[in-house]
């Protein structure tokens, strides 16, 4: 069956430390691949996405992609975190169906 | 341009009492169309998608329901509802044609009391 996971529930990084978000999925095919964030109250806003060609993606705020289709993985980079960048993250893989990972809450330290 | 909407906006339901929420889209044709739930502090649960007219997939065999009577129109439904059925409900779409990237309503705030 289809799924989307991402392992870590919460992580927490000092300010200005490098991000890893993990995001692991299941499907028969190549899906549609995103990264979500949410802000507390807010909607969704995209990072970037996924659907074919250059497999390291580049998306805003300074967040960057990688899709490894050996691992079936699409994992969220950020070089140096901003306290700004506390938020709940999602991953998002889908081809017709598009299903929503559980979110990953980031929280970053002084 | 393409715009979603989504109503009502905040609706307090009885337990028992019937629920509809509709969720209408601009500026594209032949969208796959969406219901998810988002639970407090928690991700996005797809409840149905659609490829197309009267074509509706069921993820989450509960005593809700969803309809596309047209192209761009899709309902989320329930004959009776219950306490666990409050939450925040998205509509969203994803074209192909338009960049690929999934667009959302504002969202319906439901509360079953």
């Known amino acids: 069956a289809q799924s989307v996971t991402q392992p870590d529930i919460h992580i927490t990084v000092s300010e200005g430390a490098s991000l890893e978000l993990r995001c692991n999925y299941s499907?028969?095919?190549?899906?549609?691949l995103f990264w979500y964030v949410q802000s507390p109250g807010q909607g969704l806003q995209l990072l970037l996405k996924?659907?074919?060609?250059?497999?390291l993606v580049q998306g805003i705020k300074g967040f960057e992609a990688e899709f490894k289709r050996s691992q079936s993985s699409f994992n969220l980079r950020k070089p140096s975190v901003h306290w700004s960048d506390a938020a709940e993250y999602f991953c998002?893989?889908?081809?017709?169906?598009?299903?929503f990972g559980a979110g990953t809450r980031l929280t970053v330290k002084p | 341009s393409q715009t979603i909407h989504q109503w009502p906006a905040t609706l307090v339901q009885p337990v028992g009492s019937p629920l509809s929420l509709e969720c209408t889209v601009e500026?594209?044709?032949?969208?796959?169309l969406y219901w998810y739930r988002q639970a407090a502090g928690r991700g996005l649960q797809l409840l149905f998608y659609?490829?197309?007219?009267?074509?509706i997939s069921s993820e989450v065999p509960q005593n809700l329901s969803a309809s596309r009577p047209q192209d761009r129109q899709f309902i989320l439904s329930s004959k009776k509802l219950l306490l666990s059925d409050s939450g925040f409900y998205l509509c969203?779409?994803?074209?192909?044609?338009?960049?690929?990237?999934?667009?959302f309503g504002e969202g319906s705030w439901l509360t079953v009391v």
């Open positions: 969203a779409w994803f074209d192909r044609s338009f960049g690929n990237t999934i667009y």
């Open positions: 499907y028969g095919a190549t899906p549609y």
């Open positions: 996924y659907f074919s060609g250059d497999t």
């Open positions: 998002a893989v889908g081809l017709n169906d598009m299903r």
């Open positions: 500026g594209t044709s032949n969208p796959n």
């Open positions: 659609s490829v197309g007219i009267g074509q």
